[in-house]
């Protein structure tokens, strides 16, 4: 079975309006497999160093400003395609752009306050989960019962 993991986040403002479950039970039943997960009030610079890519955009003060604002759901989840179809479940970067049954569509207006993130590659999924996890990145290692039910083989 592949175990594909990508870095999911629930931002402060998904935390805030009491999200957090939501946006865990949508890759649950989707069949996707919770790894890891911890609440980190992350600092300033943490936030610059997972957005370092963005850095120099007009929007990048008030974002690292907003995801340092409180404490964020930081989680690994496991599975076939899980990075692609992560990004799928959140929606486009901008709400208004989101699709109705995706978590963004579902739940946020502003792109600046969007819920949650996802890795968009698999390459800075690994960047993701080191920087939030470090040793702990490749997740806690565990057989689910309910895996010959969600995967064909
Ligand atoms: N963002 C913003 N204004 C923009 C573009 C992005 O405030 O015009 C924020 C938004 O919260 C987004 C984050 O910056 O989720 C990271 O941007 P990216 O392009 O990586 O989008 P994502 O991968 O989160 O969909
Ligand atoms: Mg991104």
Redesign the pocket.
Known sequence: MASELTFIMV?PDGVQRGLTGEIISRFERRGFKLVNLKMVHASKEHIEKH?E??AG????P??VK??SSGPVVAMCWAGKDVVKQG?IL?G???PLASSPGTIRGDYAI?????I?????AVESAKKELELWFGQEAAGIQYERAIDQWVYEN
């Not at 955009?57 to 990048?60: E, G, L, Q, V």
């Not at 949650?116 to 968009?120: A, L, Q």
């Open positions: 931002k957005y890519d963005l955009k007009p929007f990048y008030g974002l907003y995801m990004r959140l486009a970067t901008n502003d792109v600046g306050r969007n949650c993130h996802g890795s968009d």
